[in-house]
């Protein structure tokens, strides 16, 4: 087998940055503060703040000194493979798995990873009709559910779809032979 952390890559050092969601200080226009439980993370209650839908940027002019302090400071997250691994854990044990499993350590692509009803994923983004391995069980979870999540990734030699069931049961992984680029 290849050793592929000869590139470097890790569930470590692909750790990404926090990311906190942006608020205005009201009644003081022009300073944009980052959002955690409860407040700003420079201590403005909730009740005085209101929040934006995008995402607080340190490198702003206007963002507040201390959030971005704060926000530098903040520990990282892990990446999607990572948190994509760990669900994947609880999945039936299987030959799919453990690839899945295994490319996910090193780096595999995760293209898709979203939630929604279940007959919009299964017409435009999970693919089912691709998977040689695992289908049936991808496709009664999809049939059983109104709302579903999945994720799809990449190796060098398939195309997995992992199942992801909004009613607490294990994640199903289904894979198809990857197609050429
Ligand atoms: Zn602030």
């Known amino acids: 087998m290849i050793d592929s952390s000869a590139d470097g890559w890790s569930f470590a050092t692909a750790r990404e940055p926090a990311r906190f969601g942006a ?20 201590g403005i209650p909730e009740d005085q703040v209101t ?4 995402l607080f940027a340190s490198q702003d002019p206007e963002a507040c000194p201390q959030c971005r302090r704060q926000a530098a400071a903040a520990p990282t997250e892990p990446c999607a493979q990572e948190r994509l691994h760990d669900l994947v854990l609880a999945a039936a044990p299987g030959q799919a798995r453990d690839d899945l499993l295994t490319g996910l ?29 695992g289908a049936g ?13 999945l994720a799809r990734v990449e ?3 398939w195309c997995f779809l992992v199942v992801l069931p909004h009613d607490g049961s294990r994640p199903i992984v289904a894979r198809g032979p990857r197609r050429p680029d």
Do not use: N
């Open 23 to 42: 608020g205005e200080h009201d009644g003081v226009p022009g300073v944009e503060h980052a959002m955690a439980d409860g407040g700003t993370l420079c």
């Open 51 to 54: 929040r934006y839908r995008h």
């Open 105 to 133: 350590t090193q780096g595999a692509k995760v293209g898709l990873w979203l939630h929604g009803p279940t007959a919009t994923l299964a017409r435009h983004y999970a693919g089912l009709d691709t998977l040689t391995e």
């Open 137 to 149: 069980a991808a496709i009664d979870a999809f049939d059983a559910a109104t709302t579903i999540g």
């Open 155 to 157: 190796d060098a030699s």
